[in-house]
């Protein structure tokens, strides 16, 4: 089974293959978009920002599709930079040193990935949607090399580890990515 991944970044299809082979679903092969996938995420939810992506991806390829939107909710900042956290400063560094110099001196750290997914037929109609969490708080300082993006500032639940200090294996088993494709897949397995 062919499905296109809407999103960019080849490394986020990388991701997904690493998890979907970790589920023994070799038979699923993520693809990217088209070069001129280029939607414009003006949901007000990561369900709805996932959805705008699944939809634009199955209008340019009239391929089953799948999306996901993700963001880091930090319970000090009212759930944010959530929904807005890839535009929340102008490169992946500077992000982490807005959020750290926002969050500061706060005792609560307090913080969530979350990732929303939905999967469309080739039809463009939603088929099924789910969301993944991961629970932790965040650091007083970045550490890590792996990952990207808020990983060197979140320190994964029950751990004492950022997300960037985790192999790529480990980070898939408990990813709020992992956690809502294999719920994606699960769905495939008994779809079927």
């Known amino acids: 089974m062919k499905i296109v991944f809407a999103t960019g970044n080849p490394h986020k299809v990388e991701e997904l293959k690493a998890i979907a082979a970790s589920m023994g679903r070799d038979d699923i092969e993520f693809v990217l978009p088209p070069k ?4 414009v995420e003006d949901g007000e939810t990561f369900e ?5 992506k699944a939809k634009e ?3 340019l390829t009239k391929m089953i599709s ?3 939107d993700s963001g880091l909710c930090v319970e000090a900042l009212d759930n944010g930079p959530g929904i807005h956290s890839a535009r929340y400063a102008d490169s992946a560094q500077a992000r982490i040193d807005k959020l750290l110099k926002a969050i500061n001196t706060n005792k609560n750290r307090k913080a969530k990935f979350v990732c929303a997914m939905t999967l469309l037929d080739e039809k463009g109609h939603i088929i099924f949607q789910t969301r993944g969490e991961c ?5 007083k300082k970045q550490a890590g090399t792996h990952g990207f993006g808020y990983d060197p500032i979140f320190i994964v639940e029950n751990t004492q580890k950022t997300m960037a ?7 898939n ?3 709020h990515r992992g956690n809502a494709l294999r719920k994606v ?8």
């Open 36 to 39: 001129d996938f280029n939607p």
């Open 48 to 52: 709805e920002n996932s959805f705008i």
């Open 57 to 59: 991806a199955n209008r």
């Open 66 to 68: 799948l999306a996901d």
């Open 135 to 139: 629970h932790g708080k965040i650091a």
């Open 165 to 171: 200090e985790l192999s790529e294996k480990d980070k």
């Open 173 to 175: 088993e408990i990813s």
């Open 185 to 192: 897949l699960h769905f495939l397995s008994t779809a079927n």
